[in-house]
């Protein structure tokens, strides 16, 4: 791509920290790198308002008026017809009007599903556009796709979750030839459910990916798959159980340290080293859920998203669309182009 800056749309309503973390997030990203500019929707005086707090190219961030605001607990379908004025529905319509290279919101998940497939539409050939976040493991990094957008699928979805996953990390993370596994509760081939069952075959015999067979969830986090495969249901309990682990184990990790004096003076000596860690585990860092297989790139936050997951979801954008992952998709999987 040429040097054109990459234009993000962001909802600054949408989340629970909104909109102070949103446009703190916002502000954080245009400061952070001249590869970005910003569309932020929402309340035009409200979202003015955070932006006064702070210091930025004012060229590089615009904000949109969208008087209403989509609520968690609203019925999506209904949401995103009614609420035509909404800051995800402005924000979203950027994308379909090339207004806008990219989306990111950490408002309602529903809302950002129907939305995506609705305003944004999905590549023609795409069957079911999987939410794919990147998460930390002992060996780097692995998508887990799908993590929530599809809790009923076929076999032959899934082989589009993988070969998808399978661009995104070659392209994003460099992983040459990245190794998809499917979820299952054995190792063995003739393990799991009908589901499981189904795609194994197709998976083993699918040409565009490395596929290793099944992977068990204990596994996950060793790092044994670069590509890990699932129903949005199973991928929704794994990603879960992941982050409440983590938060677990790192609350212990604190309390442990500060009980004692002896714990004080070993977390001092290791605080360099366990910064390091707990910044390789923090799934923040690697920004929100990309929505992939839509026209354009719609990227779901955590709804209690802070500032910085707000910047390196923005990052995330500049990343995927610089590197043209709907461009590869649309080329492998897409049948607009083809007989």
């Known amino acids: 791509m040429d040097n054109k800056r990459i234009i993000v749309a962001v909802d600054a309503m949408g989340g629970d920290n909104a909109p102070g ?63 035509k004025d909404s800051s995800l529905v402005v924000a979203m319509k950027l994308l379909k009007e090339d207004k806008a290279d990219a989306f990111v919101s950490a ?23 999987p939410l794919g976040p990147v998460l930390p493991s002992a060996t780097g990094t692995f998508i887990l796709i799908d993590c929530g957008a599809n809790v009923d699928v076929r076999s032959d979805h899934l082989v589009q979750f993988a070969q998808m996953g399978s661009i995104y990390m070659k392209e994003i993370m460099g992983i040459e030839n990245p190794r998809v596994a499917i979820v299952n509760n054995g190792a063995e081939e003739e393990k799991g459910n009908a589901l499981v069952k189904e795609t194994f075959p197709l998976l083993k015999e699918c040409p565009d990916i490395n596929f290793i067979g099944s992977i068990e969830a ?12 699932c129903d949005g249901f199973v991928g929704n309990v794994v990603l879960k159980m992941y982050e409440g682990v ?11 340290i500060m009980s004692s004096l002896h714990g004080k003076i070993a977390g001092a000596m290791i605080k360099k080293d366990l910064k390091k860690m707990m910044k390789q585990y923090d799934a923040s860092e690697y920004g929100g859920s990309p929505m992939i297989g839509l026209n354009k790139l719609v990227v779901k936050s955590h709804g209690s998203s802070d500032a910085k997951e707000i910047m390196n979801s923005i990052y995330q954008c500049v990343q995927f669309t610089e590197a043209d992952i709907t461009g590869k998709i649309r080329a492998k999987l897409g049948t607009e182009n083809k007989a």
């Open 107 to 129: 408002g309602s998940t529903g809302a950002v599903l129907v939305g995506g497939n609705a305003i944004v539409g999905r590549i023609k050939g795409i069957e079911r556009p």
């Open 21 to 83: 973390a949103i446009v703190e997030g916002a502000v954080m990203a245009v400061n952070g790198s001249e590869d970005v500019e910003i569309k932020l929707v929402g309340k035009q005086e409200v979202v003015e308002a955070e932006l006064a707090k702070y210091t930025y190219d004012k060229s590089r961030i615009e904000v949109i008026n969208a008087t209403e605001i989509i609520e968690t607990a609203e019925k999506p379908t209904l949401a995103i017809r009614r609420k």
């Open 246 to 256: 983590g938060l677990t184990l790192f609350k212990e990790i604190k309390k442990t």
């Open 218 to 229: 204990i596994r996950i986090p060793a790092g044994d798959a670069d590509v890990v495969v």
